[in-house]
């Protein structure tokens, strides 16, 4: 690979997200989609088997959390600089993103131009975040108080979520490899954290902000 070349390790579950992203990126020369992957297994591999420069990885893989696979490569691989994409808002999991080393954090939704500056930008070593966001950074430096999203850990909104998708806190706790006691301790915290009382009202507040995606 020409070290001129910016190459990139695509990771989507969706084979139509990855030809959009493809498709955007298509006519700048430095760029090379040099992987594909649809998972966090699929991924791991292709990192560990070649040099990426950046990484730009869906946060709602299919089953999976992309944030799982940030944490991994930061530890493996941390010469890699990750772009992660989302259709969920920047104050659901940015913030959370960027602590785990990503070195930006972009929606779906932006445009070809504004998803191409911040694939140069993190290319070059730096972050890339949105005015929206980077107002969010300082209200939280300025010690505003978080949203009830955002006091909700990684792993409880990965169970809100299973809980919103009609999943029974076994199944949960099954595919999570937890035991059901410790699902049933999340699912209270969560419930406390959001003033909430039932799985119903889990359901539209899951609904209502934003994290059906």
């Known amino acids: 690979m020409n ?26 020369e430095r760029i090379h989609i040099g992987g594909e992957a649809e998972n966090i297994s699929s991924a791991l591999r292709l990192a560990r088997e070649n040099e990426f420069d950046i990484a730009i990885i869906d946060i709602s ?30 104050e659901v999991y940015a913030v959370r993103a960027l ?12 445009d070809a131009s504004t998803f191409i500056k911040a694939v140069y930008k993190i290319a070059e070593g730096r972050r890339y975040i949105s005015p929206e966001l ?6 939280i430096v300025s010690g505003e108080e978080l949203t009830t999203v955002e006091t909700l ?3 409880e909104i990965e169970i809100l979520k299973l809980i919103a998708s009609g999943k029974s806190l ?24 959001t003033g ?18």
């Open 196 to 213: 909430l009382s039932s799985n119903a009202d889990l359901i539209n507040y899951v609904r209502e902000n934003g994290l059906l995606h």
């Open 3 to 28: 070290k001129n070349k910016i190459s990139v390790l695509l990771v989507d579950d969706h084979l139509i997200a990855r030809n959009g992203v493809k498709l955007m990126l298509s006519k700048e």
């Open 134 to 139: 980077a107002d969010k950074l300082v209200d």
């Open 99 to 110: 602590k785990l080393g990503a070195s930006g954090y972009l929606s779906k939704n932006v």
């Open 153 to 155: 850990s990684n792993r």
């Open 170 to 193: 076994v199944n949960i706790a099954e595919k999570l490899h937890l035991s059901s006691s410790t699902v049933t301790t999340y699912r209270k915290r969560i419930l406390e954290k």
């Open 61 to 90: 893989l299919q089953d999976e959390n992309g944030l799982e696979l940030l944490r991994f490569l930061k530890a493996e691989k941390p010469k890699i600089q990750v772009l992660m994409l989302s259709m969920y808002a920047e």
